[in-house]
DNA sequence: TTCGTCGCTTCACTTTGTGAAGCACCGGTA
DNA sequence: TACCGGTGCTTCACAAAGTGAAGCGACGAA
């Protein structure tokens, strides 16, 4: 199904931007290819996020070429080497990866335990309806 | 499997994060409280997301108040209801729904075909490796 | 009685993601 | 010669997540 197809409260473009970049894995590449803005290889990507499979990640990579937000490159060594980088349109996440960056730095439970669930905001004591 | 157990290019807050706001649906019924900052019913929500299966948004309504970022409150009228709402955590994700809703008027294809891949970019022509 | 609304839950099915292995190519080592 | 590791993927069988449709108990209206 194409998720957006109705106008219902929010914006479909968003709706195509969060179903892009939300899908899973996505976000992180798309923030590793932007940590250094700097062209990545497959098995420098596979290194930097660790849980990524590559299927998913080979999958993942021909999703955001195909929405143009990656440029594909391949250079002929002996060893040929393809590269990956951000192309304008890709780039101009930033702002939005580092806004969830800096949300997560705030709310996320980051120092200690691994799970989920733990209180952690700066103004904290009304976590409730407001 | 925990995605983010290890430190590999991002920060595990920021995996968290995404992997949480960028679950199916999730990012568009975040928007949608955020949208008027008001309480939302159940078949509101369901209202306002077109393709969303009621399975699905109990489920995501579950996860984000596990993770605090809507609360639930039951009314019991003759006729019960139930208002979600965002708890500061949840509306503090509102400076990343709006980069993002950025982003998605600026690249995305808005007005005529619904397909994608068609180059939009403000300043284009140049989408390729820099 | 029958109908509809409320907030869900349950069902069978499809799509998506998983770890592990494989593949064609190359250069180096033994 | 055979083997080894690294490159960028692809393929496989299986598990998890998402799908549309139906159902559920409580209620009010016709």
Redesign the interface.
């Known amino acids: ?6 106008t ?12 892009l ?8 590449i798309v ?2 290819l932007l ?1 250094e803005d700097a ?1 990545r290889r497959f098995s420098e990507l596979r ?5 990524l499979s590559d299927r998913v990640l080979s999958q993942r990579l021909r999703e955001l070429e ?3 937000l990656l ?1 594909r ?1 391949v250079h002929a060594g002996p060893p040929v080497r393809v ?1 990956y ?1 951000l ?3 890709g780039r ?2 930033a ?3 580092r ?10 439970d ?1 120092g200690g335990s ?1 799970s ?2 733990v ?1 952690a ?1 700066p ?1 904290a004591d ?5």
């Not at 199904?1 to 109705?6: D, F, L, Q, R």
């Not at 290194?47 to 849980?51: K, R």
């Not at 806004?99 to 996320?108: C, F, I, K, N, Y």
Request: hydrophobic letters at 40%; aromatic letters at 6%.
């Open positions: 199904m194409i998720p957006g197809e109705g219902g409260g929010c914006c479909p473009q968003y709706h195509r931007a969060v179903e970049i939300g899908r899973r894995w996505t976000g992180a923030a590793v940590a062209p290194a930097a996020v660790p849980g195909v929405e143009q440029g490159e590269e980088a192309t304008p349109k101009d996440l702002p939005v990866v806004a969830l960056e800096h949300w997560g730095q705030r709310w996320m980051c691994g989920l669930a209180a905001g103004s009304d976590h409730r309806l407001g």
